[in-house]
């Protein structure tokens, strides 16, 4: 039976887009067909919107983005004032994000590991992606943390996630964090439904140790 240190010995890198000229490829999709023309034409459109002073730029965010390697290219867009506001689910802002915020990683791995075998060693699986279910823990009782020295009032996750931009201010582990870097540049991150990720069992343990 492999163990643990096994399945996780590679973890993701993020994809540096500053390091790559994409204008080139996107102009050339701009005269082909299918979704190549229309990746060139969400591009110009976006340029636009770059553009006109009166736009603001709202990025939605669903899947498995960062667990796969696109953190830096949100963190980036936010870092140089090209977007306004994000929202987002939460298992990208939480389970992802926050979660590498705090030092942890996301690994390569396999579709075809037996899932027995990852059960055993309290591995977390995202279709190829692995992660250790005591770092995601770990970022539960965080979040749980976090939700303590909160006034006892109703919390938009905006607001939530504010503190959490607090939190990393002094905690941090990365140097490409998206909440971070939001909170640095007052960028708002919303999430409709804040408790639908891991989030949820730190607000559930919160709850259950701090009954009104």
Same mark, same amino acid.
């Given at each position: ?17 500053? @390091?790559?000229?994409?204008? +080139? ?9 299918? #979704?190549? *023309? ?9 340029? $636009? ?23 830096? =290219? =949100? ?9 306004? &506001? ?21 690994? *390569?791995?396999?579709?075809? =590991? ?7 060693? $309290? ?21 749980? @943390? ?6 006892? *009032? +109703?919390?938009?996750? *905006? ?15 990365? #140097? ?10 007052? =960028? +708002? ?9 891991? &989030? ?13």
């Amino acid at each position: 039976m492999p163990k643990k240190s096994d399945h996780l010995k590679s973890p993701i890198e993020h994809f540096d887009i500053t @390091k790559h000229d994409a204008v +080139p490829m996107i102009d050339a999709m701009s005269k082909m067909a299918f #979704s190549a *023309r229309d990746l060139a034409r969400a591009s110009d459109i976006y340029d $636009r919107m770059l553009r006109d002073k009166d736009c603001s730029v709202i990025l939605c965010l669903a899947g498995s983005l960062f667990s796969a390697g696109l953190k830096r =290219v =949100v963190y980036d867009l936010v870092r140089h004032n090209m977007v306004d &506001a994000i929202v987002s689910t939460g298992a990208v802002i939480v389970d992802q994000d926050f979660f590498e915020g705090l030092g942890f990683k996301h690994y *390569r791995g396999s579709k075809f =590991v037996d899932d027995h075998s990852l059960r055993e060693s $309290r591995i977390d699986r995202i279709y190829d992606t692995f992660i250790d279910e005591e770092d995601l823990g770990a970022t539960d009782k965080t979040i749980a @943390k976090i939700a303590g020295t909160l006034k006892p *009032r +109703p919390h938009s996750s *905006r607001e939530f996630i504010e503190e959490m931009g607090k939190y990393l201010v002094k905690k941090v582990q990365v #140097s490409d964090c998206v909440i971070l870097e939001c909170f640095k540049k007052m =960028v +708002p991150i919303f999430v409709p439904a804040f408790s639908d990720c891991s &989030a949820g069992f730190g607000l559930l343990h919160h709850q259950w140790h701090n009954p009104a």
